[in-house]
Nanobody, 128 residues
Framework: QLQLVESGGGLVQAGGSLRLSCAAS????????MAWFRQAPGKERAFVAY???????????DYADSVKGRFTISRDSAKNTVYLQMNSLKSGDTAVYYC??????????????????WGQGTQVTVSS
């Protein structure tokens, strides 16, 4: 069973930064794609960013328009950990952030959905 454990959430003022971490452990899965999603109160869970390393040393990343230029997704292969660096945070970024992993390959916008494994979530609150 693959386990994903998020950390790094918290309370930050608008304009501030946070870095979320997602540590993966358990069975080795074939797909090399992980992502971050978020769910704000009263809203559906939404895609934030993904990172795809199925091409070996080449990483492909994609972001939701709402976070492009402010958030950066990255991976430390030695630690089996994916990060989400969030800068210039806004009140609209307040949500529970979830880490996810796919059990199958994907490409381009196909990697924005179809995730099989999820973490428990970490709360990010941005005060204005």
């Amino acid at each position: 069973q693959l386990q994903l454990v998020e950390s790094g959430g918290g309370l930050v003022q608008a304009g501030g930064s946070l870095r979320l971490s997602c540590a993966a452990s358990g069975l080795t899965f074939s797909s090399n794609v992980m992502a971050w999603f978020r769910q704000a109160p009263g809203k559906e869970r939404a895609f934030v960013a993904y990172i795809n390393w199925s091409a070996g040393t080449t990483y492909y990343v994609d972001y939701a328009d709402s976070v492009k230029g402010r958030f950066t997704i990255s991976r430390d292969s030695a630690k089996n950990t994916v990060y989400l660096q969030m800068n210039s945070l806004k009140s609209g970024d307040t949500a529970v952030y979830y880490c996810a992993a796919r059990g199958s390959s994907c490409s381009d916008r196909g990697c924005r959905a179809g995730y099989d494994y999820w973490g428990q979530g970490t709360q990010v609150t941005v005060s204005s």
